[in-house]
DNA sequence: CTGAAAGCGCTTACAG
DNA sequence: CTGAAAGCGCTTACAG
């Protein structure tokens, strides 16, 4: 593979001549810039990046912690969306994705493996659970990052700007759970995600309260369960809520409502005569069950889209930092939900 | 940062000494050896990547070249649970992934971007179209690859072996044919991938043509539409099957075999009860449908698993290179397939 | 067993 | 506008 000293050769210039005319630097005279294009050309050069990183340029890779192991990731199709916007702009401008998941025993591991590489131009995260730090090191090291979540205060710099992008998770609970309320709804099941683990939850348990007070409806605890976002455990938080006799059920995420769709089927609750189900995340699949999910639609691509672009912009200096983005959601109304049967 | 500079100058032992014993090269003193450690520790020293692999040494990322699309990859569940598979085992020893997804117009693009960063020990590429050479650069450049696909004939190096992996397309195709025949099919449809497109395609249609034969079956051209693995283009191509009425058709893969189920529904179809119905790849989806689908199951999760695991021994010369690696598949009989109505 | 020195392939002040 | 030289942070013969 040719070097910059070949290309030098090649052109009867110097290597910085060859550095500048690569790097768009102005006052190079059109003429050497030619020649040394043509020497690029012709040796089919292209700069070893890690030199490049080496000596303190970009790296035009940037990483993706992921503090989920491989077997959960791949499997969440929400996920999967937003990282296939994130490397949808990666593609488009040039950059390299740097993949990093966690080792199931340590969500950290994400972070930890990404940030020893010393070899990423910035780094866009999923938030972890509530509670947790784990950007304390990543901050020390002063890397351009961008969140994909909520703001987590960090005792270490509690003034920083977060740069967090998360969607309007309160609103859309609040929403499905009117939805489902105007429907005639008063006994409306929940499952939600797992406790403690993440903004977004508390954000849709805030919305789902809200929600029924506006009904005068009281919140009942035990009409709340917790499941892990996959259908299986819909499925399984199903069984413990049908036997309270719910109307309706409102589920935290598609995969998890699907679950509980199978399990009425199952006892042979028909969807939406007698029970009604509200999704969340609108993945591909809700429209393609019987009947379609109802469920609000996060804008999933446009997600890691955007996170990736705010990066990108961070990363050339283009832009400031911020402290969130919230993106809108939408409620879809689909045939699994209707008026509560009188 | 902490460099190596300052672990030495902590330790009190020249930075050759402080990688040594990161290395784990023998012939270094117990003792030296621990007090580098300690240092080690207190910087929490990691080392740069980047110089590293500038100094010819391990990069411990592997580049992982897909020939399509974010938005292709992104919705097809067997392709992600190859990467999953692939991811699990970089995860595993501590290696990173170096995504490189292609350009809509140009699926060259993956590889050569990947190429350029000349920052990966070792390349995981997925077969391209038939006929074409994406690899020829690759080739060139003597980096460990691995192949998830067919071996391809490079005219470039036609004595080179492959470092394929893949799945047993022709007996899986044959197997599935074979047990349409034995419920008595005569009139089978068959829903293929697009011509000319992988070999993978080519070794499917062969078991299906060689299964009529084993029957005395003629093989029809009209029996055979084409997809593009999307759930959609199964609908079209049943769209195009169904007036010729067979009484089971076989699809080349999950997807599109569900499209396949959709439309015969629509028309009102009853699926197994006036047309069965075998998809291929197993994927997860593939027993939630109602009936559940008969499929051929690719073990997608461990191609991936091996084809890390293969390329990991080719990069630290534990193993030779090989020509190709072919894994069984297993026919899944479910409901969707039933003897034909007599 | 340990260390001085060269080298990996770039970029960036700096001088001209 | 162009180039000589130092430096990025490592590793690897080589000498001791």
Known sequence: MATIYDVARRAKVSTATVSKVLSNTPYVSDTTKERVLEAVQELSYSPRLAARSLSGNR??????????????????????????????????????????????????????????????????????????????????????????????????????????????????????????????????????????????????????????????????????????????????????????SPTAIFSFNDRMAMGAMRYAREVGLSVPDQLSLVGFDDVDLAKATEPGLTTVRQPAVNLGQIAAQKLLSLIAHESEAFDEVVLPVELIIRGSTRSVAS
């Open 59 to 244: 790296t035009f890779v940037i990483g993706l912690a992921i503090p989920y192991a491989p077997d959960y990731l791949f499997n969440d199709p929400f996920l999967l969306q937003v990282i296939r916007g994130v490397e949808e702009i990666a593609n488009e401008r040039d950059y390299n994705l740097l993949f990093s998941t966690a080792l199931r025993s340590n969500p950290q591991s994400a972070y930890n493996r990404l940030l020893q590489h010393g070899y990423v131009d910035g780094v866009i995260t999923l938030e972890t659970a509530v509670g947790s730090e784990p950007s304390r090191k990543l901050e020390a090291s002063g890397i351009a990052r961008v969140t994909i979540g909520y703001p987590v205060s960090l005792d270490a710099a509690p003034n920083r700007l977060a740069n967090a992008i998360h969607c309007d998770d309160y609103r859309g609970a609040l929403e499905a759970t009117q939805h489902l309320l105007a429907l005639g709804h008063r006994h409306i099941g929940l499952i939600s995600g797992p406790a403690n683990f993440m903004m977004a939850i508390d954000e849709r348990l805030r919305g789902y309260r809200d929600g029924l007070q506006a009904y005068n409806s009281p919140f009942q605890p035990e009409l709340v369960a917790y499941g892990d976002f996959t259908l299986e455990s819909g499925y399984s938080a199903a069984q413990k809520l049908l036997p309270l």
